[in-house]
Each structure stands twice: as C-alpha cells, then as structure tokens.
C-alpha cells in the first residue's frame, strides 16, 4: 500500500500535484473567460497545485539530519575534486530539505 509510508504519501501528493500542473498548463492557451466551468476548474487546479506543494514539504521533515551527520565524511575523501564534488551535493541536499 503506497500511503503507508510517508515517501508513500508524498509520491501520490506529487501526482496529483503534477496532475494539477499539467491541467492548469494545457488550459492556460485557451484563457477561459471568468465564471465558466473551465475557468473554475482551472482556479481549483491552481489551488490543489499550491496547497499539494507546501503540504509536500512536510514529508521532508528531519531528513537533512542524516545527511549532516554525513558530512564529516566527504573532508576524508583524498581527491580533493571528489571531495568538493561530495561536499556540494551533500550542502545541495541539505538546502533542499531545509527550504
């Protein structure tokens, strides 16, 4: 069951999200007039899109911590290309769970 898990509940929150996006980008070229059900349905898709993405971060939460205990690891790599290359996607990471 894929919602049990919370790396479960965010891949089916980011289908819908991407749904919603994909939904929101095929009806933008035909600029529906206000007060139409295309236009409703496109306000609605909107907000799904907004709400699924602040939701989603919250399945992040505490997942940077095991990647900052890691951290250490990557100053005892001895190629010092390897090492910087280890470090920026570790720091690349972190800053993406944190945001």
Not at 11 to 16: C, E, F, S, T
Not at 17 to 31: D, E, I, K, N, W
Not at 51 to 65: M, P, V
């Amino acid at each position: 069951v894929p919602c049990t898990k919370s790396e479960g509940r965010d891949k089916v929150a980011r289908l819908v999200q991407y749904a919603a996006r994909a939904f929101v980008g095929c009806t933008s070229p035909l600029h529906p007039k206000a007060h139409t059900p295309l236009h409703t349905a496109q306000a609605h898709a909107r907000t799904i899109m907004t709400s699924l993405g602040s939701a989603r971060r919250t399945h992040r939460w505490c997942k940077e911590i095991p990647v900052i205990i890691n951290l250490p690891k990557s100053f005892q790599i001895k190629d010092p290309i390897d090492s910087i290359l280890d470090l920026m996607q570790k720091l690349s990471l972190i800053t993406f769970l944190m945001t």
